[in-house]
């Protein structure tokens, strides 16, 4: 059933309309006739009851149920009224005056908690009414003030200011807001009035003066003083605490913190803790979104600096926003204390970042969140879980347990926040395994081996084997490991105590053999796509070499090996194995090698490297098949008599194929279009079409006459033909100096 209250404003002078201001609070409900309530009790507000503040008087009226109650906070003990879900509350005058303004301090004040026409979605209604209706639409609303502002009937209704007067701290911005269609004017020395027309900022302390107008209508001329304090800034933590004398945050000084380098311990939730130097530390209060443990923090904080139920914090008010993080991390190290350290010196350890170690719970489960622990010397302490660790942890008395936390005072108490808990590992031994994590070529058969335990569990999956975990196994024979595989197993005595988790990583990477298999795999086209593969190979040829382009064959196929630093030359013989980025660029299949060619052997060296002899017709209809081998093509003619853009084009007697000078070797090379050429190069797929590479400038020869082209290496004896670069030739095919049969010619 929906439950509502009323509030009625009733004039104890019933013949004169009231005019003015009523503050209500609730931290002493006897004013309303009600006693207060212990620490963390409600009182419910009967049906009917009446609230009276003198000279005003407020009736409630409401259904049954909880609508309406005081609460007394547990923690400090202030009252406040509480509103319920679904309940609509009025604030109303009998004598006809007109409600200008509403302003709630508490809790739940958002327009997501409460709705009204003319509410302004924080904590502040506006208006010119004698009736007012408000929605509690979620949760609970908590209200420890509230001032209604009200005009006489008849009578224009006054400014009303946000934030109200007060004590502030730092500049203030000041919003007016009045009657619908009236102007405001205002002064801050009730002399020379100014339109409002747009929020204003103080700097100073100053009585801020306004009154409505509508057409010759003007309101009675209203106050507020506002008291402006200066924001202390600090720069230490010892500073920061020693300043830390509020006990409730509407006392509470706002301060600004100047951190420099000051490094992040932990967060969890709204609670950030800082530490300057790594022995202190203190307590960050307020949403942290960004940053994480071992952020190094530089720049500066504000907020409300006060003790929550004894725990000295800084509820900060400006979101982190004036704050950056280095890129580098920091460690965090929790430092070793005993539990007799922190009790005889809580004040200088409060939030600083400690490790309790080797220590017994005397509980198995939490009560109201706590449990004791005791350490080896016998002293003892309550952990706390206000960050829920331990509530989705499983403790037991029989163990020890190493804990990292925050020392905190709790009203007159001393407790121990706990951020972390690890069981500290048995005297159970680990288990072993029959090999060690590694990488494989072939499927392994993996035994576990633990002495002296009742059983093994293990997973396959990488998470804990527990006896809770849907995903452990109890090891009863060897395991076969056929793809990479991470294997976690522990063992337990017969006590069901745990040893610690042994974990063996096995990567299955079965290499490609053959060149044919390397274009079968060759599907994925860019390099972040590419799968990372294992070439395993025995007696390639290298068929060239040039800057990080190694060309390799195995007489039938030919492959395109990229990678720096590789001391290979045309003529090696090649074994061993490499890894890299399998994937076409551009059309090309290549493997982009990631290892330098370390695992490769030359096996011989100035092996002998034929081009296979093929026509244009031939590369254009079957390049794919003679991708990345080194060809001959006869008798051709050049296009041009020089590259560009790194292109030429080449003509024989079947079709014309494009040459890219891809290693810059013929940028200075001049062709005689007139003449024919024997060209040496690699086929290439670039994005389906087929292109040339060659790799040196002796592999672009002109045709000379057939007289000197007719000596051939069969004709000398048996040192054969030589160029001057010591490269073994069968024919003489351009002029030159040449080593024939040991001897230096020059041929013109």
Known sequence: MKRFLLFTI????????YAGEVVMTFDDPTVYGYAKPDAGKYTQVANGGTLSLTPIEISAAFTSGSGLRFFANTNTGVVNLRIYKDASFIIATTDGSKISSIVFEGSNLGSSYISATGYDGTDTWSGSETSVTFNCIKSTIQINKVTITTAASGALASPTFKPAAGEYYGPQTITLSGPTDAKIFYSTDNTNFTEYTEPFVLNASATVYAY????????????????IKEIVKYTTISDLSAACTATAQKDAPTVELQMENYVVTFVSGQNTYITSNGTDGFLIYGTNTTFTAGKKLTGTIQGKLYSYNGLKELAITDAWANVQA???LADVTAQEKTIANILQNTDALESVFIALNEVNFEANALTSKAVTIMDEDGDEISLYDNFGVLAATSFNTTDKYNITGFPARRGENVNFYVASIEAIPSAVDAPTFNIESGTFEENQTVVISAPG??????????TDPTPQNASSKLYEQPILIEQTTTIKAIAYNNSGQP???????????KP??????LYTACTATKASEAPTVTFKFEDLLVTGAKNSNVYVSDGSKAFLIYGSSSNLVKGDIISGKIAGKLYAYNGLSELAVSDAFKDVVIKSQNNDVSASTHTVAEILADYKALESKYVNIENVTFGATAVASKNVTITDATGSVTLRDNFGILTSQTFDTQATYTVKAYVLNYNGTAQLYPIAVEDIVKNIPD???GIKA????????????????????NKGIYIIDGKKILVR
């Open 453 to 462: 335990a009742a059983r093994i569990l293990y997973t396959l999956d990488g």
């Open 512 to 517: 490609i053999t053959t060149i044919a298999d």
């Open 212 to 227: 409505s107008r509508k057409g010759e209508t003007a309101s009675e001329t209203v106050s507020a003083t506002y008291t």
């Open 714 to 733: 069969q004709t000398v004896g048996k040192k054969g033909i030589y160029t001057i670069q010591g490269q073994k030739v069968e024919t003489i095919a």
């Open 499 to 509: 040893s610690n988790i042994a974990t063996l990583v096995v990567t299955i990477d």
């Open 326 to 328: 280095a890129e580098e």
């Open 10 to 17: 009733v004039s104890m002078l019933a013949a004169v309309n």
């Open 707 to 709: 007289a000197i082209n």
